[in-house]
Every structure is written in structure tokens, then in C-alpha cells.
């Protein structure tokens, strides 16, 4: 069974302080890792796709990374806006059919 | 506003009542979901259809769920005698599958609570 778990289950950082979030994922046949920001209440806001070993996209002080176990979100210089829950899915199945998520991880920046 | 529309935004039901949610997806995509989330989980999948063609509905969680897209344009998500188990939020989102990549994007969802 695909199964996707992310680390911490929660991070609380100081305005400024970079640090990143941990994917790792167990899926056969891969088809796309997917990073999305919710904001509480809301549903969940498009970021990244990530679809081979060794690709990295960035959108401002983000930027997601993955091999072929793991991906990660690295956030630079966070400013508090940037608190949210940061949720990352595999993509699997015959064409894309199905993401499975993992429960995500609460990000807080203080200022 | 051209993303994805979910109604109602809220919905409180007494147990055993019949639900319905509607979901309006970006106008170009031919790929609509429908997932449920709890509180402190991620999206669980549920089912999803290729224009009209619901292509796979054995994750819906049981036969008291069943899902609709007539002409391939908006669709429904019933619950029929609902549990106070099935207080959760319900999200759709929609893709445009061109045979490479699937993002897909979320609405709003529709918070339900089951008295």
C-alpha cells in the first residue's frame, strides 16, 4: 500500500530562521511528488510538482527537492505569512489517478 | 474567479439525514476528484472522473457514498443516513490530464457536522 509520511509533524521557527520539511514516500510506480501549502479552513494550494530524482523548482522562499526516496521542502528566510500546514502527496496509478497525502506539518513562524 | 467552487461551504445534519455537495471545477480540466479530510490528517482519496466516466469510486468509503458528474461538468457527492462519523471536511479539485502531468487543484471544500 502507497504510504507517504512527512516530518516533523510540526516546527515552530523565528522570523528568519531557514530550516526544511522531510517527505518520504513508499509508492510503486511514482508518478509525480506534490507539495501544497492549507492554510486552516481552506483547501489545499498548489506549489510544486516533482516528477524525477535529482529535480528542484523554487517559488520565492521555497524551493522542493527530491530523490528517490524523499523529498524535501526547503524554506529560506521565513517570514510569518509563511505559517501554514505544508502537505506533500505521491502521485500513482495509471496516470496520476490517485495522490495519496501524508498528514502534513504544521509550520509556524514567529516574528 | 475562475478556481475551483465547492457549495455549501458549511452544512450541519442530523444523523440519518441525506447530504449533498456540489462542485463546480475549473472550466478547461476534464479530471475532477473528490477527497475527505479530518482534522490533523492529510486529503484521503475517494473517487474521481474523467469527464463523465467515473474511472474508480472503490475508495468511497462505503454505499451510503456516491458521487455524480453528469455531462462531464459539475459534480455531486451525496451521503445518505449519515453517522456522526462522516463530520469531516470534503474537498474536490480538478486537473487537466494531458498524459504528463496532473496537478491538480483544490476548492474550498465543504465542512460537515453530523449531529
Known amino acids: 500500500e502507497d504510504q507517504v509520511t512527512q516530518s516533523p509533524e510540526a516546527l515552530r521557527l523565528q522570523e528568519g530562521e531557514s530550516s526544511s520539511l522531510n517527505c518520504s514516500y513508499t509508492?510503486?510506480?511514482?508518478?509525480?511528488l506534490f507539495w501544497y501549502r492549507q492554510d486552516p479552513g481552506k483547501g489545499p494550494e498548489f506549489l510544486f510538482t516533482?516528477?524525477?530524482a535529482g529535480e528542484e523548482k523554487e517559488k520565492e522562499r521555497l524551493k522542493a527537492t527530491l530523490t528517490k526516496k524523499e523529498s524535501f521542502l526547503h524554506i529560506t528566510a521565513p517570514k510569518p505569512e509563511d505559517s501554514a500546514t505544508y502537505l506533500c502527496?505521491?502521485?500513482?496509478?495509471?496516470?496520476?489517478?490517485?495522490?495519496?497525502f501524508g498528514k502534513g506539518t504544521l509550520l509556524t513562524v514567529n516574528p | 474567479d475562475t478556481g475551483v467552487s465547492q457549495n455549501p461551504r458549511h452544512k450541519i445534519t442530523k444523523r440519518g439525514q441525506n447530504v449533498t455537495f456540489r462542485c463546480d471545477p475549473i472550466?478547461?480540466?476534464?479530471?475532477l476528484y473528490w477527497y475527505r479530510q479530518t482534522l490533523g490528517q492529510g486529503p484521503e482519496f475517494l473517487t474521481y472522473f474523467q469527464n463523465e466516466a467515473q474511472l474508480e469510486k472503490s475508495r468511497l468509503l462505503s454505499d451510503r457514498f456516491s458521487a455524480e458528474r453528469p455531462k462531464g461538468s459539475f459534480s455531486t457527492l451525496e451521503i445518505q443516513r449519515t453517522e456522526q462519523g462522516d463530520s469531516a471536511m470534503y474537498l474536490c479539485?480538478?486537473?487537466?490530464?494531458?498524459?504528463?502531468?496532473?496537478?491538480?487543484?483544490f476548492g474550498p471544500g465543504t465542512r460537515l457536522t453530523v449531529l
Open positions: 472550466s478547461e480540466h476534464n479530471r
Open positions: 502527496a505521491a502521485g500513482s496509478g495509471g496516470s496520476n489517478y490517485k495522490l495519496t
Open positions: 479539485a480538478s486537473s487537466l490530464w494531458t498524459g504528463n502531468s496532473n496537478e491538480q487543484f
Open positions: 509508492v510503486s510506480g511514482l508518478r509525480g
Open positions: 516533482l516528477y524525477s
